[in-house]
């Protein structure tokens, strides 16, 4: 009897998994061929209003900065779908400010957009910007912000809107003024919008992935 019970369990667990890997949705493949609109290779500038950068409590921000580059079309995942340089923080008149005094930061680029996910219905890219490398001063101190920063670009808007994940970036070489304030290690966030078009239009450019 307790053979044919042991027996029967296993008929019936081959037959519950048979179903449900009958059953189950197949699996999304992720996007590998990525096409850059309305041409490629396009060049385009960015603007921002909403540019943060945060560490230690002490926000960073920019009520005014820009980028510019190159957009193209590309293979693989993550691809490399576009060229980031310049970028500049603020501008004259209008510099990016916290409560310590007003904040200067130098943009080394290029930085790299890759692009890892597609959703058609929203016309929606999951990218991340790599190689991000800035020499940030405010008041006495300095420091170096490099990483990689995550975020998503919306075809219909142009809106490439940035989000770092904690500890997508990293702060080196601070100067003694940052005793206390800033140190080697830490993780600053950083976030803003910046809408795109392609350069000398208003039109934004497109980035799908199949």
């Known amino acids: 009897m307790r053979n044919a019970l042991g027996k029967l369990a296993l008929v019936c667990g081959a ?5 449900a ?30 540019v943060v950068l945060s560490i230690n409590g002490i926000d960073m921000t920019c009520t005014y900065a820009d980028a510019g580059g190159t957009l193209q079309s590309a293979t693989g995942n993550p691809a490399a779908v576009g060229s980031i340089d310049p970028a500049h923080f603020g501008r004259t008149g209008e510099s990016c400010t916290s409560f310590l005094g007003a904040v200067d ?16 219905g929203s016309g929606v890219t999951q990218s991340y910007i790599s190689g991000i490398n800035a020499r940030v001063s405010v008041a006495t101190c300095a420091f170096t912000v490099t990483g990689t920063a995550h975020g998503t670009y919306t075809n219909s808007t142009g809106d490439l809107a940035i989000s770092a994940t904690p500890t997508e970036l990293t702060v080196s070489d601070p100067t003694a003024g940052c005793s206390g304030v800033v140190s080697a ?26």
Request: proline residues 9%; negative net charge; charged residues 5%.
């Open 185 to 210: 290690g830490d993780h600053p966030s950083f976030n803003g919008d910046y809408f795109a078009v392609v350069s000398g239009t208003s039109t934004a450019p497109t980035i799908t992935g199949s």
């Open 21 to 50: 890997l009958a059953t189950a949705p197949a699996m999304a493949a992720s996007p590998t061929n990525w096409v850059v609109g309305p041409n490629s290779p396009e060049s385009f500038t960015a603007t921002s209003t909403n």
């Open 15 to 19: 037959a519950t998994a048979a179903f």
């Open 105 to 120: 930061t130098v943009a080394n680029t290029p930085w790299t957009l890759n692009a890892t996910d597609y959703d058609a």
